[in-house]
T-cell receptor, first 111, second 112 residues
Framework: DSGVTQTPKHLITATGQRVTLRCSPR?????VYWYQQSLDQGLQFLIQ???????AKGNILERFSAQQFPDLHSELNLSSLELGDSALYFC??????????FGPGTRLTVT | AQSVTQPDIHITVSEGASLELRCNYS??????LFWYVQSPGQGLQLLLK????DTLVQGIKGFEAEFKRSQSSFNLRKPSVHWSDAAEYFC??????????WGAGTKLIIKP
């Protein structure tokens, strides 16, 4: 158990809808990272927050957004969903070093 | 540009046999190197890391990796694999912004 929690575990929704994925980092970790993992694209870094501020952006679509709250939990919002957004979404947390600790993921299915 | 290459998409090994998974990186400075494992349906777990010092690093689950600067490699090894080692393995290098640059992963299949 990494200490990172993600909810929900599974999510099934229709095209055009909006969903919110939630992540609680390990106790004491200030950084939260979001990743998308799909069969054709592999593991893709989306975005990183550090202590409430956006620190780095990867291959995140404009339809996606994230935020980190004062209690350090983070939410990833996915809107105008398309079939191609079906994937595993991982959250990871870390301190000021490179080590990242991954949550169990949310499996999103868009139908 | 910084990059990580895992040349093998799949590797099949018999249970009890030795394993070596390859990882090559491209990075200008001294790299910080990582191996992660992802079991089916699970998140990624840190196996081991290299920051400096001894170039042979030990990790969890009996894995080790050797940093070879001259070959820009950080190969993962295990002397005897178990069926429970079947998983996907990811190599990563840390960049100057504390981000991880990931390889595409190698899926390990264990033959009984």
């Amino acid at each position: 158990d990494s200490g990172v929690t993600q909810t929900p575990k599974h999510l099934i929704t229709a095209t055009g809808q909006r969903v919110t994925l939630r992540c609680s980092p390990r106790s004491g970790d200030l950084s939260v990272y979001w990743y998308q993992q799909s069969l054709d694209q592999g593991l893709q870094f989306l975005i990183q927050y550090y202590n409430g501020e956006e620190r780095a952006k990867g291959n995140i679509l404009e339809r996606f957004s994230a935020q980190q709250f004062p209690d350090l939990h983070s939410e990833l919002n996915l809107s105008s969903l398309e079939l191609g957004d079906s994937a595993l979404y991982f959250c990871a947390s870390g301190d000021s070093s490179y080590e990242q600790y991954f949550g169990p993921g949310t499996r999103l299915t868009v139908t | 540009a910084q990059s990580v290459t895992q040349p093998d998409i799949h590797i099949t090994v018999s249970e009890g046999a030795s394993l070596e998974l390859r990882c090559n990186y491209s990075y200008g400075a001294t790299p910080y190197l990582f191996w992660y494992v992802q079991s089916p349906g699970q998140g990624l777990q840190l196996l081991l890391k290299y920051f400096s010092g001894d170039t042979l690093v030990q990790g969890i689950k009996g894995f080790e990796a050797e940093f070879k600067r001259s070959q820009s490699s950080f190969n993962l090894r295990k002397p005897s694999v178990h069926w429970s080692d079947a998983a996907e393995y990811f190599c990563a290098v840390g960049d100057s912004n504390y981000q991880l640059i990931w390889g595409a992963g190698t899926k390990l299949i264990i033959k009984p």
